[in-house]
Structures are given as structure tokens and as C-alpha cells.
């Protein structure tokens, strides 16, 4: 069959919504009846929904649902394949005692008062450097999750404090791929645009480690136990080798991921290389046999020691432990790409159009648009590229600076990227750290308050800069 027998029946506004609330009600009834959706199912269910609306009320033809298929995996296909390195890289760490080292000297170094708030700098810091949230949750963040687990502090809280610095980090920094792609979709100098992303991201970032600081306190004064701390490095030192030189040669691994990054060498490329050169480490200066290696790579590292604790901490990773996580992805990009190639997401897009006569309806409809693509699609990527050059003309018509609406693409859908259980980054954060979506989700105060103020600037008119204007704020 020909592209042209492919017919394209655009779907109605009525079918687009009664597609977009099936998933919706799913999703709220779940929660509301279980306390938490089966995401997998759910994707599945809305998925087939969306097909037999599509074949009863548009004709629309199975080649163009398939073609939507093929579109969303292969979108998800290197992030999954990045997913499942990682969980190959990981338990070669361990054993090569580069996450032992850094959980040793990190107890022994960073202060129980100050953990939450040193993990959301350090993560800021590293990604601010690499460009990359992902490789700093794939490397900093695994480590100071055992770092905040022996000093008995909550995973969730350790998971938000690592995933907020990690996306502030990533939208400041100029070598991110979110950030030149906000800025190229709406054709902007990326320093300019950074400067603009700037505006509520900072303020937003200040109040989150305010609140760390405060939610630290609580922690301190409850639950800190100095002897778990003890145990925990007794249990380290006695079954890894955590001496000077061997932690030196233990971070090579890690100086790897961040020596790459810093170069911007392919991020599957590092990651393999990272694993391999831990795996010989860990056969060299560990002991452990090429069988021990395999096995851990593929099914996760396995240790028993005198402390349940540090086994926790230490029994995790492999390939097969992402599938489950991979799964998601693939699952949620698919309904996306269905979603996208059939027209839904034109439809509904487009639909809001029309109201977009002002700065502040053009602002605020760009924000929801982010949110409703990216819940939808599952992909940040796609979230910054319809909304950011749908609305374009709309700022250049009211004379609006384009850094306003490559900022708003990094305001909307990007932020509820780690928040929706489905989503691309949502599935990877879990998946490295341990820790359940609806679990961290609420600590992420960053990622709620960021799309706040960028309403409150678009409402009140503050820093929505016009075209004749100096960086002038227009006044409302």
C-alpha cells in the first residue's frame, strides 16, 4: 500500500477528547480505587480504545496505527537501550566498588544535617557540567540513594532532592538537549533563551532548597542513627577493598561518564565503556570471575552481608531488572506515536488555537498545550517540538520575544516529565534510583512551583518581554 492509500480522515474534536479522557478516568479510578494505577495495563487498555475509536468514527486505516507504533518505539528506542546499560553499568560499579566508595567516604564526609541539600547542589553541579540529568542520576544519584539510605533517610525525599537538582541542573546548562532543543525549535540564541528559562527556574530552585533544609531538620532530629552509620562503613570496609588507592582506581568508571559527557561522546558509548572498564576492575582488584560478572550484569549484584541494610543498598541493578521499566516506555511512546500520527494530537492542539489573542492566553494555552502533549505522548522531546512551533507565529504576531515561548517549552512539559508514572523521564528516574514515581513526586517542589511562577509572569505581564522593548518588562 502507497502513502496515498493511506487515507488521513482528521478526527473529530469529540473523538480526540473522548480518547484523552478514557486514559484520564483510568488513571483517577485506579488511584482513587487501588491507590495506584497499573501503568502497564492501563497504556494497553487506552491504547485499544483510541484504535476503535479511530477505526469506528475516522476509518482511519491500520497501516497508520501501525506506522504511529513504529514512530513511538522508535523514539523510545535509545533512551530504552541507554535504561537497559544502565542497569547493566550499575552492578558492575558495585562490584568494581565505585557506589561502595562513594557511600563510604560520602557517610564518612557529608554531614546527616546537610544531606539533602548537599544531594541537590552536587546533582545540580555534575549536570550543570555534563549537560545530562540522566547520567548524573545514573551515576551521583545511585550513590547518594545508598548514601541517604545508611543514614536512614527517606528514599523518596534522597530520590526528589537528586531529580530536582538534576533537571535545574539540566536546564541551566548549555550543552543540555533539552535546552538546544527548546532553543532551536523557536529559533533563539541558547543563551538568551537560558537567560529567559532563568527567570522562574532559579526562584523556583532557592524555595526547593529552602524546603530541603527544613524537611533535613525533621529528619536530623528523628531519625539519624550513628550506629547504623558505623555499621554500615564496618560492613563496606570488610566485604569491599576501600582503601585510597583502590577507591582512586575504584572512580575511574565514573570519570568516564563524566570525562564523555563533558565531550559529548555518544551516551551508549559511554555507558558501555563505563561498564566494561568497571567490570575488569572488579575482576582485578575485587576478585570476582568473568561468571560472577555476567551473572550480576544480567540479573543485578548480589551480596549477603552481616548488615540487611547494606544489602538493600547494594543488591540492585542489571538488565533484567529495567525490562520491567523499558516495558513502560515503549508502551507509552507507542499510544503517543498512535496519537500523533492518526492526528489526535493535531486536533486537540490546534483546538486551543483560537483563544490565543493575548500574551497571557498565548502563554498560559502554550503551557497547557506542554502538559497535555507530554501526557499524551510520554516524551519531553515532543512536548517542546509541537507546542514550541505551533505557537511561535502567535509571539511573533503580538510582537512577543521568541525567548518567552522557548522558555514555556521548558516550563510545561519538561517539568511534568519526571512526575507522570508513564513518561519518558518519570520511567527512567525510577528505574536508576529505586524509587516509585507517586512516591518522590510530591518532594519535587521544583518541578510544581516552576510552571506556577511562569503562570504568575504570564498572567501579570512580568518579564513577557516584547519585540521593541530592551529586555524591558511589559507591564500588564
Known sequence: MTNDDKKINKPSLGVCVSIVLFLVICFALQLIIVGEPDVHMTLIFASVFAVVMLKLFCKTDFKLIEEGIIHGCKIATVSMMILMFIGVMIPAWIAAGTIPTLIYYGLKIISPSIFLIAATLVCAITTLCTGTSWGTAATFGVALMGIGGGLNISPAMTAAAIICGAIFGDKMSPISDTVNLSAGTCEVNIFDHMKSVATATIPAYLVTIAFFGVMQMRVTATDINDAKVNETLHV?????????????????????????????????????????IAMFIAIILQGYSIVDMMSYMNYGFKIKTASEDVNILLNRGGLQSMMWTVSIGYLGLSYGGILEKTGVLNTLLFSMKAITRNARNLILTQMVTGFLTIMLSASPYVSILIPGRMFIEGYERLKIKKIVASRTCEHSGICLDPLLPWSLGAVYFSGVLGVKTLDYAPYCIMLWLVPIIAAFYAITGIFVWKENENEEVENA
Not at 569491599?240 to 583502590?246: E, I, Y
Open 236 to 276: 563496606l570496609a570488610t566485604n569491599f577493598n576501600v582503601s585510597p588507592l583502590h577507591a582512586i582506581i575504584s572512580l575511574i568508571p565514573m570519570l568516564i561518564v563524566l570525562i564523555f559527557a563533558l565531550r559529548k561522546v555518544n551516551a551508549l558509548a559511554t555507558i558501555v565503556t563505563s561498564a566494561i
